[in-house]
């Protein structure tokens, strides 16, 4: 597991081991104090060993929690195309696309239904295996630094279009002075000086 870890093994302890008492949690060694043998603290080592066990887990369990921002573990469980059971908490709700790639519980119960239910039904865990193969390298470091070039590009956009109609509601008064000034200067090198500061809104806004 992730973040969240006590909640996870006191999910498993109330609702899941009771139902099946075959099957095994895989931990990753924490403060917490698991007297249950069916929860396996995992051996710590390298990045090789760690992607090995969980390329051989069934599922990835990852509740969520509020203050993870993205979680780096689904994303990797993800890649591996391993179903994620999650409650949907901070970054998870996006990890995870529901029914497709893994199941987003409302509460625990529901959490430890969705273990228990894709323990035992192989047609489902195959179907979510099918489209995480399908989606697998969709989010590789070109198309995430192609998706930030574009939201900085549309955070811009906006404030452009936001300033230029704020432009555009005051600027009666400004044309207005442009074409006294302009009848008076009767040169365009004055225009363009009246015009200066002005001027790129009409060029690069609709």
Request: charged share 30%; glycine share 4%; net charge positive.
């Amino acid at each position: 597991f992730d973040r969240n870890g006590e909640l996870l093994v006191n999910i498993w302890n109330r609702y899941i081991q009771p139902k099946d008492k075959n099957l095994k949690l895989l931990i990753t060694p924490d403060v917490i104090n698991n007297q249950n043998p069916n929860i396996i603290d995992r051996s710590i080592g390298n990045q090789k060993n760690m992607l090995k066990d969980l390329s051989n887990s069934r599922m990835l369990l990852i509740p969520g929690h509020k203050a993870e921002l993205y979680c780096l573990s689904a994303e990797e469980g993800r890649e591996l195309c391993v179903p994620i059971i999650t409650m949907g908490m901070g970054a998870l709700n996006e990890r995870v696309i529901h029914e497709k790639t893994g199941l987003i519980a409302r509460n625990e119960k529901e959490f430890s239904e969705f273990v228990l239910q894709l323990f035992s039904d192989d047609l489902m865990w195959n179907e979510f295996r099918s489209n995480l193969i399908k989606l697998r390298n969709s989010n590789n470091w070109n198309i995430v630094a192609k998706n930030l070039i574009n939201q900085i590009w549309w955070y811009l956009f906006y404030e452009r279009k936001k300033n230029y109609y704020e432009y555009k509601k005051e600027s009666q008064e400004l044309q207005t002075e442009w074409k006294l000034r302009s009848q008076i200067a009767g040169t365009k090198e004055k225009q363009i000086k009246i015009l200066d500061k002005h001027d790129w809104f009409e060029t690069y806004m609709p």
